[in-house]
C-alpha cells in the first residue's frame, strides 16, 4: 500500500478517500479503522476529524465518488439508446461488470459496507443518477414487450442488476474456490440473452 501526503499537499480529503479506497480493496469495507486511513494518508487521527464526522462517513464518500464514476460509465455505455435499445441495453449490462473490475473498492464501498444510500442527500443523488440509467435502458427495451406481460422497468433492470452483482461476487474477484471456466463476461452475456429470450426480446435463433 502506497503512503500518501495529501495533508502536506493540500489535500487531506482526498488522500483520506483514496487511503480508504486502498484499505477496502486490502481488508474489505469493516476491515480497517480511521486510525488506519489517517496513517495511510500520513496524518494524525485527529486530522481527519477536520473532513469526516467518521470512518462510515469517510466510506460513505468513497461510495458516492464511486457512483458518479459507475453513472458516467453507465451513461457512455447506454449512449442515448444507440444504435438500438437492445444493444443499449446490453452495453450497460457489460459497463456494470467492467466498474466491478476496474474500480473494486468503489464497487465494495457501495455494494458491501452495508450502507445506506440515504445515507446522506449526496450520495443518494449519486446512486438514483447511477442506477436511473439502467433503469431506463430498461424501459426503452421492455416497449417493444406487449403490455400484457411487460415487467415493470424496474423490476426489469433489477434483475439485470442482480445477475450482474452474481456474476462479480461469484466469478469476477478470483475468490478461492470460486474459479468458472467461463469469463464473467461470458457468463454475463450469456445469463443476459437468456433473460431477454425469455422475455420475446430476442429471437430463439439467435
Known sequence: MSKRRGYHHGNLREAL???????IREKGPAG????????SA?????????HFAG??????????QGYEIFA???EYAYDGGRPSALAAFEATGRAYLAFAQRHPGHYMAMFESGLSVNSAPELARAAHRAM????RAAEDLSRQIPAARRPPA????AHIQAMSHGVVE???RNAPGAGSPFPPESLLETGIGIYLRGLGLIPPDE
Not at 17 to 23: F, G, H, S, Y
Not at 32 to 39: G, I, Q, Y
Open 17 to 23: 478517500v483514496e487511503a480508504a479506497l486502498d484499505l
Open 32 to 39: 480497517f479503522t480511521l486510525s488506519e486511513a489517517a496513517k
Open 42 to 50: 500520513g496524518v494524525t487521527p485527529a486530522a481527519v476529524y477536520r
Open 55 to 64: 470512518r462510515e462517513e469517510l466510506i460513505a464518500e468513497a461510495a458516492r
Open 72 to 74: 458516467d460509465l453507465m
Open 132 to 135: 436511473g440509467v439502467l433503469e
Open 154 to 157: 424496474g423490476m426489469f433492470s
Open 170 to 172: 461469484l466469478f469476477a
